[in-house]
């Protein structure tokens, strides 16, 4: 299925999402686009905010210097997070009886950050065009809410499999 088929799926049910890509067998290589798609996504929601600030703020970095250092970070910096953070999701779900892998477990963390991201294209567009305010804190609380449910659904279902 299409990448964004499986993204508006996952809305409705995470779950079913996860284990059809567990079925599909062990691919690192897609586990790791899965996981560049949803950085470079979060780094694509970043410009607007980078740009408002940029024009709004006398003091601000050039726009230039803002988009190279949310370019380091997304792409460089939080995939190496994510693996962490996935491999110690993965030692906790053990602990609480879990009997996946830890590839079961990045590609849990790493498809609820893609299916996500459209959200995090939003909240990028209400940082930029609106601002600070309650429509950007709802919109954040939306997307906290929806990575949480996928990822914990999906790891789940990833912590079902024998290793």
Not at 100 to 109: E, K, M, T, V
Request: with cysteine; hydrophobic share 55%.
């Amino acid at each position: 299925m299409p990448v964004t088929t499986d993204i508006a799926a996952t809305y409705r049910s995470p779950r079913a999402v996860m284990r059809r890509l567990l079925d599909a067998g062990r691919r690192e290589d897609r586990a790791l686009a899965i996981l560049m798609g949803g950085c470079l996504l979060a780094f694509v929601g970043r410009w607007p905010a980078l740009q408002r600030a940029a024009t709004l703020q006398p003091d601000a970095p050039p726009l230039e210097a803002q988009i190279a250092g949310a370019l380091f970070g997304w792409v460089f910096i939080a995939p190496l997070l994510l693996y962490g953070l996935a491999a110690l999701s993965h030692l906790v779900a053990r602990l609480v009886g879990g009997r996946g892998s830890f590839y079961g477990a990045r590609l849990a963390l790493f498809w609820a950050f893609l299916a996500a991201a459209p959200l995090l294209l939003l909240q990028g567009l209400v940082e930029g065009l609106v601002g600070p305010g309650p429509g950007l804190q709802i919109v954040g609380v939306l997307w906290l809410v929806a990575f949480g449910w996928f990822w914990i659904a999906s790891l789940r279902e990833a912590e079902k499999e024998t290793a």
